[in-house]
């Protein structure tokens, strides 16, 4: 089963391609810029090329549905209904906080955070277990401050995203480590994929929307970010 996968809810435009759980082609690039709507039909079909096969062959969409940039999602979600519906093929949507997580379950971590700057001292955010991948609490809005995450203090805690540069700077939490260079990917919407194409868990796609988590107005002030 050839399945196409698009992630725009951050920096990086990301697209893959797999045939059932084998990555067959991953195109991707972080820009400062949010690049999704020049760049994401020129990496479909990159991607496409780079797998060896064409857009008919595609039997399912998957989508990195949030949160993140209210532009970048609006861009994904769209794109991916419109391959649904032009190819006929159902629609799968994966939190796109769980495709940060994936790398590095099963490195002694306790658990790992996925944080995703969303203005100020304000992120994106859920817990997970390092080994399991389980959501521990559940995705939110959270305004960091020093007594943040303050019950994991004596766990092992790796927290991933562009949100971790400024968690590091003020969180009072001596286990925690800190990688600041991970975005959601395409490539890690595969595995969880999978497991709803076998559950059938499909999106209705006339109905779908993108996992934006606040409401955009409340965050349209400064024109210059997304």
């Not at 159902?90 to 997580?101: C, D, F, G, R, V």
């Not at 559940?138 to 943040?148: M, N, V």
């Amino acid at each position: 089963m050839k399945i196409l996968y698009i992630e725009t809810s951050s920096k990086n435009c990301s697209v893959a391609i797999s045939d059932n759980e084998k990555l067959l082609c991953l195109t991707e690039e972080v820009s400062e810029n949010y690049k999704q709507s020049e760049s994401l039909h020129t990496f479909v079909e990159w991607a496409l090329e780079g797998a060896g096969i064409s857009m008919k062959d595609i039997e399912v969409v998957s989508l990195g549905k949030g949160p993140g940039s209210y532009t970048g999602l609006r861009i994904g979600a769209s794109s991916a209904k419109g391959f649904c519906y032009g190819l006929k093929v159902p629609l799968i949507a994966i939190n796109s906080l769980e495709t940060m997580i994936e790398p590095f379950l099963g490195q002694n971590y306790d658990f790992v955070i996925p944080l995703i700057d969303a203005r100020r001292m304000e992120v994106y955010t859920a817990v997970y277990d390092g080994k399991t991948g389980k959501e521990i609490s559940e995705t939110e809005a959270k305004i960091l401050d020093e007594t943040s995450f303050e019950e994991f203090k004596d766990k092992k805690i790796l927290f991933v995203g562009d949100g971790a540069k400024k968690a590091k700077e003020i969180l009072q939490l001596p286990n925690a480590d800190f990688n600041e260079d991970v975005y959601p990917s395409a490539q890690y919407l595969i595995r969880k994929t999978m497991e709803k194409i076998d559950k059938k868990e499909f999106e209705d796609v006339a109905y779908f929307e993108p996992f934006y988590l606040k409401d955009f107005h409340g965050v349209k002030k400064k024109k210059s970010e997304d």
